[in-house]
């Protein structure tokens, strides 16, 4: 039995302001984390040498041009001349194959697809325009909105976007349910996340 939305149910068209479930596409999903295995593996393969003393923290941005979905409210707040603040939370949307090829166990993505959600993961069906890879795989045109790894983008970048689609208000509660789940004091134990992205 599934839990989650069926997939005609989580998109609808934009309205003419960025708002809470906007998805955009070419976001560039930047964060800095402390430097991994992955990481440095990379970093190393780009330098063509092993550093004496590499840099504990990386800049790290995946993919570079990123589909995104805005977490945080906006219309709510803004005012006739604009928005009240500048800045959007989004948090990265990818396809739910490209993190089972990170080590995502593969019973774990059946619970995403089945449930909606898991630990930080928020189920999304393929967005519109975004030319799925074809794979026939079992995960193929499933995606997910990986709330444990969100970031703050300006709304001059998003300006600068194509924005793709909006969540439905029945996709926008979910949304609001799990992000409440990432940043409560409950938050889920997402170690094992690390290196996905």
Same mark, same amino acid.
């Given at each position: ?56 923290? %990386? ?5 570079? +041009?990123? &589909? $995104?979905?805005?977490?945080?409210? #906006?219309?709510?707040?803004? *005012? ?54 074809? %794979? ?5 045109? +499933?995606? &997910? $909105?990986?709330?444990?790894?969100? #970031?703050?983008?300006?709304? *001059? ?41």
């Amino acid at each position: 039995m599934s839990f989650r939305l069926t997939s005609n149910e989580y998109f609808e068209t934009c309205g003419p302001r960025t708002a809470q479930g906007d998805i955009y596409q070419g976001i560039p999903c930047t964060y800095a984390a402390a430097r991994s295995k992955i990481l440095l593996a990379e970093h190393e393969a780009h330098e063509g040498h092993q550093d004496e003393h590499p840099p504990d923290w %990386s800049e790290w941005t995946n993919p570079v +041009h990123s &589909v $995104a979905v805005v977490c945080n409210y #906006t219309e709510t707040f803004a *005012d006739k001349q604009g928005y009240r603040h500048p800045y959007r939370l989004i948090a990265p949307v990818m396809p739910l194959d490209l993190l089972v090829s990170r080590k995502l166990s593969k019973e774990e993505a059946r619970r995403i697809i089945d449930q909606g959600s898991s630990s930080g993961l928020f189920y999304l069906p393929e967005p519109p325009g975004q030319g799925s890879t074809k %794979s026939g795989g079992e995960f193929e045109s +499933h995606w &997910v $909105a990986c709330l444990f790894r969100m #970031t703050a983008v300006l709304q *001059d970048v998003l300006d600068q976007r194509e924005r793709v689609v909006r969540l439905t208000a029945a996709a926008r509660r979910d949304l609001v349910a799990n992000l409440i789940n990432v940043v409560s004091p409950y938050y889920p134990d997402t170690s094992d996340l690390t290196d996905l992205l």
